[in-house]
């Protein structure tokens, strides 16, 4: 599906996997609304930020991982990380980027964060976004940015991630152990 502003073709809407922490849905609620509603940006697969919650109630985590793939990933192309206080200390977090760097029968996603308004200029990121992130965006398969200014802007980002799973795959880090709890927030010191 094409994306226009002001009439004018931008390019593509991406279909994009919302990976976020439900403590920060209010945030998450503006930004789909403001850039995916409105603005027509890119196309979102959500995971519980609105009333539409769909949670996979298991501890089994291949269970929840093939179901995340199946049911929200399979589609989309890229994952964006909307990055509050808590979200480095979630282990949904993690069992979605774990998914979405995947390589094998599938393209892996790409992958960007972005910090959401209320964290200003900087945030605790999750650890395997932060494996795969890079100071200067070098050599490095995500990204993470500070809150859009444009939905142009946006765009930008969202293809440059979406170019990343055929260009710089051989740069993804996903061999870590994927947590089991929700750890220890570095915020607000508790696990949540």
Same mark, same amino acid.
């Given at each position: 599906?094409? @994306? @226009?502003?002001? #009439?004018?073709?931008? *390019?593509?809407?991406?279909?994009? $996997?919302?990976?976020?922490?439900? #403590?920060?849905?209010?945030?998450?609620?503006?930004?789909?609304?403001? $850039?995916?509603?409105? +603005?027509?940006? $890119?196309?979102?697969?959500?995971?519980?930020?609105?009333?539409?919650?769909?949670?996979?109630?298991?501890?089994?985590?291949?269970?929840?991982? !093939?179901?995340?793939?199946?049911?929200?990933?399979?589609?989309?192309?890229? !994952?964006?990380?909307?990055? *509050?206080?808590? !979200?480095?200390?979630?282990? @949904?977090?993690? /069992? +979605?980027?774990?998914?979405?760097?995947?390589? #094998?029968?599938?393209?892996?996603?790409?992958?960007? *964060? =972005?910090?959401?308004?209320?964290? *200003?200029?900087?945030?605790?990121?999750?650890?395997?976004? +932060?494996?795969? /992130?890079?100071? #200067?965006?070098?050599?490095?398969?995500?990204?993470?940015?500070? @809150?859009?200014?444009?939905?142009?802007?946006?765009?930008?980002?969202?293809?440059?991630?979406?170019?990343?799973?055929?260009?710089?795959?051989?740069?993804?880090?996903?061999?870590? +152990?994927?947590?089991?709890?929700?750890?220890?927030?570095? =915020?607000?010191?508790? !696990?949540?």
């Amino acid at each position: 599906m094409a @994306y @226009y502003q002001n #009439g004018q073709l931008i *390019g593509i809407r991406r279909k994009v $996997f919302i990976s976020h922490f439900k #403590g920060d849905s209010a945030e998450v609620e503006e930004f789909i609304q403001k $850039f995916a509603n409105e +603005e027509q940006v $890119f196309i979102p697969k959500v995971l519980g930020a609105n009333e539409n919650y769909d949670y996979i109630d298991s501890v089994n985590t291949d269970y929840v991982m !093939t179901q995340i793939r199946e049911k929200y990933l399979l589609d989309s192309t890229v !994952t964006i990380v909307l990055v *509050g206080s808590c !979200t480095h200390s979630r282990r @949904y977090i993690d /069992w +979605e980027l774990k998914s979405s760097l995947r390589q #094998g029968n599938y393209t892996p996603n790409g992958v960007m *964060g =972005i910090i959401l308004p209320s964290k *200003g200029n900087s945030a605790y990121l999750p650890p395997r976004l +932060e494996s795969n /992130w890079e100071k #200067g965006h070098g050599n490095c398969y995500a990204r993470y940015w500070i @809150y859009p200014t444009s939905a142009k802007e946006l765009h930008n980002w969202i293809e440059d991630a979406f170019l990343a799973r055929t260009t710089r795959t051989h740069l993804i880090k996903n061999s870590q +152990e994927i947590l089991k709890y929700n750890r220890k927030c570095n =915020i607000c010191n508790i !696990t949540h």
